[in-house]
T-cell receptor, first 114, second 115 residues
Framework: DGGITQSPKYLFRKEGQNVTLSCEQN?????MYWYRQDPGQGLRLIYY???????QKGDIAEGYSVSREKKESFPLTVTSAQKNPTAFYLC?????????????FGPGTRLTVL | AQSVSQHNHHVILSEAASLELGCNYS??????LFWYVQYPGQHLQLLLK????DPLVKGIKGFEAEFIKSKFSFNLRKPSVQWSDTAEYFC?????????????WGLGTSLAVNP
């Protein structure tokens, strides 16, 4: 059963702590993405990766970091430098690099920083 | 800069009413257009997409959208909504400009269908 998994579903952290969100896909997709979803603001792109060992900043990369050491994995670290980290985080992947290929989404992780 | 506008932020309808959600984009070249839906508690999923050919595209669950190039629009329609269509709907676009592989998203429209 192919898909994208994100864990955990809910995550709580104390202010000042770094936290890493997991994203794994078994779709053999080349590109992977991290978005942040806040009420009324749609989806905002944090980072994306088109191939292994390469990634680019999205529109709101400050305070976040990523790695892409394996094709199937694209973890996101929310650092203490992120000023407003409480949000719903979505991971997505896309087959190939053609612009008309759709993105597939994971179930999301809701991060709450206390 | 390229952008996507969804004109209706919140829509409330009764069952069997017709639906049209507006989506406009700002880019003069070739575009690929998508509508995604997020049902309560579920993954964001693709409703339909357009990249070439017939500008009227049909998607899942009876939804359709029409690409009107002269109006830079890709409005989503359904003739008769059901309670189960209650969800958030997002319009998104990619362009063939340069090396841009990113989806540009609208802010979303929250649809509530009353039984």
């Amino acid at each position: 059963d192919g898909g994208i998994t994100q864990s955990p579903k809910y995550l709580f952290r104390k202010e000042g702590q770094n936290v890493t969100l997991s994203c794994e896909q078994n779709l053999n997709h080349d590109a992977m993405y991290w978005y942040r979803q806040d009420p009324g603001q749609g989806l905002r792109l944090i980072y994306y990766s088109q191939i292994v060992n390469d990634f680019q900043k999205g529109d709101i990369a400050e305070g976040y970091s990523v790695s892409r050491e394996k094709k199937e994995s694209f973890p996101l670290t929310v650092t203490s430098a992120q000023k407003n980290p409480t949000a719903f985080y979505l991971c997505a992947s896309r087959r190939g690099l053609a612009e008309n290929n759709e993105q597939f989404f994971g179930p999301g992780t809701r991060l709450t920083v206390l | 800069a390229q952008s996507v506008s969804q004109h209706n932020h919140h829509v409330i309808l009764s069952e069997a009413a017709s639906l049209e959600l507006g989506c406009n984009y700002s880019y003069g070249g070739t575009v690929n257009l998508f509508w995604y839906v997020q049902y309560p508690g579920q993954h964001l999923q693709l409703l339909l997409k357009y990249f070439s050919g017939d500008p009227l595209v049909k998607g899942i669950k009876g939804f359709e959208a029409e690409f009107i190039k002269s109006k830079f629009s890709f409005n989503l329609r359904k003739p008769s909504v059901q309670w189960s269509d209650t969800a958030e709907y997002f319009c998104a676009v990619t362009t063939n400009a340069g090396n841009n592989r990113k989806l540009i998203w609208g802010l979303g429209t929250s649809l509530a269908v009353n039984p």
